[in-house]
């Protein structure tokens, strides 16, 4: 079993539309997660960054961790053709230790 | 924001050369950076810490002498591919940590072997 599960998609979704891309995980060390959008070919953008249970927002952007299911997700309101990318999950336990990946979600958003 | 720059983008080399890749951080220092390999459409594999000061960390599998790191200052880390064979060729990416957020990934570098 990864440590960090995601569907790889693709996804595809109309403009405007709400998004929710999610992930679970398997280690329990786990304190903090982060969603990141990475284009092709480049760097993954750090989008959200959280710490133990509950929601952020950020502008169009709502980061979800349930630490009692495991569950990550990341919600996206009126998305933008803009938006297509991948979408990676991460976790890791805290300080610099290492940060485990999901294999990411393909996201397309048609005009 | 914290900004991480790698250089080379895009790099072709021959068979047996060495490539190094450049990771900068310009705005913040960095006792640690990461070194990470991805191949198409798979996760980013973390390869090694790289430790200012002293020798990097290796993940399991990855062979220290092939992908030696260096990281002489607190802003430079440097990766370098020895002897590239076709096999090596990858999306190579680095990564730090400016302070209490996420980690911050330079553009990454494309290598190709030929």
């Known amino acids: 079993q990864k440590e960090v599960e995601q569907d790889p998609g693709p996804l595809s979704v109309p403009e405007g539309a709400i998004v929710s891309l999610n992930c679970t995980y398997s280690?329990?060390?786990?304190?903090?997660f982060m969603w990141y959008r990475q284009y092709s070919r480049k760097g993954p953008e750090l989008l959200m960054y959280?710490?133990?249970?509950g929601n952020k927002e950020d502008g169009r952007f709502t980061a979800q961790v349930d630490k009692s299911s495991k569950y990550i997700s990341l919600f996206i309101r009126d998305s933008q053709p803009s938006d297509s990318a991948t979408y990676l999950c991460?976790?890791?336990?805290?300080?610099?230790?290492?940060?485990?990946f999901g294999i990411g979600t393909k996201l397309q958003v048609i005009p | 924001g914290a900004v991480v720059s790698q250089h080379p983008s895009r790099v072709i080399c021959k068979s047996g050369t060495s490539v190094k890749i450049e990771c900068r951080s310009l705005?913040?220092?960095?006792?640690?950076m990461f070194w990470y390999r991805q191949f198409p459409k798979q996760s980013l594999m973390l390869m090694a810490t790289?430790?200012?000061?002293?020798?990097?960390?290796?993940e399991q599998g990855v062979e220290k002498d092939k992908f030696l790191i260096n990281h002489a200052s607190l802003t430079l880390s440097t990766l370098t591919v020895t002897s590239a064979h076709p096999e090596d060729s990858s999306f190579y990416i680095c990564?730090?940590?400016?302070?209490?957020?996420?980690?911050?990934f330079g553009s990454g570098t494309r290598l190709t072997v030929v």
């Open positions: 705005d913040f220092q960095a006792t640690t």
């Open positions: 790289s430790n200012e000061g002293s020798k990097a960390t290796y």
């Open positions: 959280t710490y133990s249970s």
């Open positions: 280690n329990s060390a786990f304190q903090y």
């Open positions: 990564s730090a940590r400016p302070g209490e957020v996420g980690y911050t």
């Open positions: 991460a976790g890791h336990s805290g300080g610099y230790q290492k940060v485990t």
